[in-house]
């Protein structure tokens, strides 16, 4: 029997990654916020591998924390190691991975839940939202209680309809042995939404007492930490490290003599899978030519042994996993605490979505995470953020926050999804920016902050933080062209010891920062005048800044196009079947994507520039007869 169990302005339905960033930006831009979790153990649940971040990923941690989001706050706390990779590389590609202790992560995001003002957290599977006029009113739990709501938003995860296989075994689960939440799907469907059916997998977990580490490379972290959130300057912990070994002839055997009792080979699977994390056996087969693959062994936390066989996730019987797993140099003894396994789920059609993460089908329904067909707590923690933010807004008579593609990954990311859309689990990758030399791990904040600010996101001691190291910035880029250096002994004997040429006539501080031998911090004793309290950070951006000045300048050009067709507005009501010249391709794709501007309608597949040209010259006599209108008016 259904009663109200309560009113909110925002329901939020899931709290894993996607659903705390939600359900954190609707409380904290004061909105009386829910969050439901099948169960409030699996707030913030790692069901995969115990790390934050790396390339593309580390990126969108940080644009998260630039505007006042969590996840880089949480995973300092919970901080096992931290490593920048691709250090020997452009700062484009340069980001942190952060090993994290995951029972740690969990309870440091469910504490802050819990803590946060204006949000309540419930442990209830909702089956069903309640819609009038095509409007969200509310949601209804498995036990009948309806929480009315203004706004929705929906961060199911792997949860809907989860099923799990291993070998020829399956059954209806969520992640990590949870429940699933088979209901919601027949809701979404009966409310009109194409679902897809998409797959992902993970390793085993092997006891930490039966691996021979000496048969392993060790990967210490990096000696000085680079914490994951602006508003952490400096942490020390004693890192653990992780492992590195490797496949071999006798595993990839083990693999092909068992490859027909593979559910992914025999078609038992039937969910898209993640490309760029394939499982152990889609390895083996893709690339019978590889001799080895790369494992790497990483604590899944401070206060346990299970350690995590990264790179070995599979849907193959337990029996052969084990089997696999004993041929890997170091795990001849491995006693396995968790089999790998594959989970199949629902989830939508991103091209469902506004720009907003609101469905375009019914007004108030947002959606985000994995639900939307990425894979990725930083995908999802990003996605998290922006539609609670815009749900936020919207209830709060605020104009829409979207970000573009010249602006953040989380851009690129969201307008990849409802632009393109996506038919298997959609991962960040650097290759998908454009103008990655603009959306670096280490600009976030000189691109984000201030509007997080102007939100109501971020706070005034990260803001002040914010405008003291852009303050220092400012007046270094400005302070440098104007300090000379002169040639001497001392000079060039410094410019030689760095492998660079000897001066023979002066030059200022800034031209020659522009060696790439040449770094900011070791040029101290050139510069009598430099402030004494310069910021790590502050440096970094001076030695990017200057270095790449050529390239970013290439690149804010660029942008300067890419916007030009950005600010381009297409009507909303606009008819596509009306135009002439049109392809009937793009009259379809365009109807059914209906893009706010021309350079949203040019990234739409099928979309040709021919059909650009026509739809350019179409808007233009709509302008034309509408002046002719307002002047006969
Ligand atoms: C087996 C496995 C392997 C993975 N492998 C990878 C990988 O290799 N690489 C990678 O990048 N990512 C991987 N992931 C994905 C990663 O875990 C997810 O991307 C991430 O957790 C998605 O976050 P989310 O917030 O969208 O959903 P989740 O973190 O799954 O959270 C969903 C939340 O919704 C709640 N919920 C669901 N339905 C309901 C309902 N009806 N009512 C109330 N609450 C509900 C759940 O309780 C949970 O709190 C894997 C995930 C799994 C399960």
Not at 109 to 116: A, D, N, W
Request: net charge neutral; charged share 25%; hydrophobic share 35%.
């Amino acid at each position: 029997m259904n009663f109200i169990a309560g009113e909110y302005d925002v329901a939020v339905v899931g709290l894993g990654h996607a659903g705390s960033e939600a359900a954190l930006a609707c409380a904290r831009l004061g909105l009386k916020t829910v969050g439901f979790a099948v169960n409030l153990d699996s707030i913030a649940l790692m069901a995969c591998n115990p790390s934050i971040g790396g390339p593309a990923k580390a990126q969108l941690v940080r644009e998260i924390d630039a505007l006042g989001g969590e996840m880089a706050i949480n995973t300092d706390k919970s901080l096992l190691q931290i490593r920048t990779l691709n250090t020997s590389k452009g700062p484009a590609v340069r980001s942190l991975r952060a090993q994290v202790d995951k029972k740690l992560y969990q309870m440091n995001m469910k504490y802050t839940l819990e803590r946060q003002e204006n949000l309540d957290i419930k442990q209830a599977e909702i089956v069903d939202i309640l819609v009038e006029d095509n409007k969200v009113t509310g949601v209804v739990t498995k036990l009948g209680a309806i929480y009315k709501c203004k706004a929705c938003i929906i961060t199911t995860g792997t949860f809907l309809k989860g099923r799990v296989i291993i070998g020829d075994v399956s059954f209806n689960s969520g992640p990590s042995g949870l429940f699933p939440a088979n209901e919601l799907s027949e809701t979404l469907k009966r409310l009109g939404f194409k679902l897809m059916r998409f797959k992902t997998g993970t390793p085993a977990r092997v006891d930490k007492r039966s691996i021979d580490f000496s048969k392993m490379e060790i990967q210490p972290g990096d000696e000085v930490i680079t914490p994951f959130s602006y508003m952490h300057d400096k942490i020390e912990i004693e890192q653990l490290p992780c492992w590195l070994t490797y496949t071999n002839k006798r595993t990839h055997e083990i693999i092909m003599a068992n490859i027909d009792r593979s559910p992914l080979f025999s078609g038992e699977i039937t969910g898209v899978g993640v490309r760029y994390c394939p499982s152990i056996e889609d390895k083996v087969v893709k690339f019978p030519h590889k001799e080895r693959h790369q494992i790497f062994i990483e604590p899944e936390g401070l206060n346990t042994y299970e350690m995590y066989v990264q790179g070995m996730s599979s849907s193959l019987p337990e029996d052969v996993q084990l089997e696999f797993l004993r041929t890997v140099p170091g795990l001849e003894n491995v006693r396995v605490m968790r089999p790998a396994y594959a989970i199949e789920y629902d989830c939508i059609d991103p091209t469902q979505l506004k720009v907003t993460l609101e469905s375009k089908k019914i007004e108030g329904l947002y959606f985000a995470g994995q639900v939307n067909g990425t894979s990725g707590y930083e995908e999802a923690a990003a996605q998290g953020l922006m539609a609670g933010i815009n749900a936020a807004m919207k209830l709060l008579n605020e104009p829409p926050i979207i970000l573009d593609r010249s602006q953040a990954y989380i851009g690129v990311l969201i307008d990849d999804l409802v632009t393109k859309g996506t038919n298997e689990p959609y991962r960040m990758l650097t290759s998908r920016a454009e103008y990655r030399l603009l959306l670096r791990q280490d600009n976030a904040d000189f691109r984000l902050t201030e509007l997080g600010y102007k939100i109501g996101l971020v706070t005034e001691e990260r803001y002040e933080k914010f405008l003291k190291k852009k303050i220092q910035l400012e007046k270094e880029m400005q302070r440098l062209p104007g300090v000379m250096v002169r040639p001497s002994e001392e000079v060039n004997n410094f410019l030689i010891s760095k492998g660079s040429t000897p001066l023979v006539t002066g030059i200022d501080l800034y031209t020659l920062l522009k060696r790439p031998e040449i770094d900011y911090k070791s040029t101290k004793f050139l510069d009598k005048d430099r402030p004494h309290d310069i910021l790590d950070s502050v440096a970094e951006q001076i030695d990017i800044n200057i270095k790449y000045e050529g390239y970013i300048m290439k690149q804010l050009r660029q942008v300067e196009h890419f916007k030009a067709l950005e600010n381009k507005k297409i009507p909303e009501d606009i008819d596509y079947y009306q135009i002439h010249g049109l392809s009937n391709e793009a009259k379809e794709k365009l109807t059914k994507i209906r893009p706010t501007s021309i350079g949203q309608a040019s990234r739409i597949s099928g979309v040709s520039p021919a059909d650009i040209s026509v739809l350019l010259i179409y808007m233009q006599q709509l302008r034309r007869n509408k002046e002719d209108e307002e002047q006969i008016g």
